[in-house]
């Protein structure tokens, strides 16, 4: 079983920064992607970043120039720093781990991060 344990959301004023972890249960390594999403209240899951098993990252249109994604392996552990927060960054962010060959996800409970302008 497989647990993502997110941390470091709050209240934030625009224009302030704040930065998310995810720790893992386990190896980030043995995933083939780790990542973030976000959901705002009457919204869809929205991408924000990715970091794949090679160290390849990506991230959404909204967030690019703003949150960097990155890793420590050994502490099993995923971050996300976001800069520059806006209002409409405001949501649940959501840590993700995928297992593409097996078709696995998983998923952290989520935490909460309010930005007031």
């Known amino acids: 079983q497989v647990q993502l344990v997110e941390s470091g959301g709050g209240l934030v004023q625009a224009g302030g920064s704040l930065r998310l972890s995810c720790a893992a249960s386990r190896s980030i390594l043995s995933f083939s992607a780790m990542g973030w999403y976000r959901q705002a209240p009457g919204k869809q899951r929205e991408f924000v970043a990715r ?49 593409y060959s097996l078709h696995r996800d998983y998923w952290g409970q989520g935490t909460q991060v309010n930005v007031s302008s």
């Open 51 to 99: 970091i794949t098993g090679g160290g390849i990252t990506n991230s959404g249109d909204s967030v690019k120039g703003r949150f960097t994604i990155s890793r420590d392996n050994a502490k099993n552990t995923v971050y996300l720093q976001m800069n520059s927060l806006k209002p409409e960054d405001t949501a649940v962010y959501y840590c993700h781990a995928g297992l």
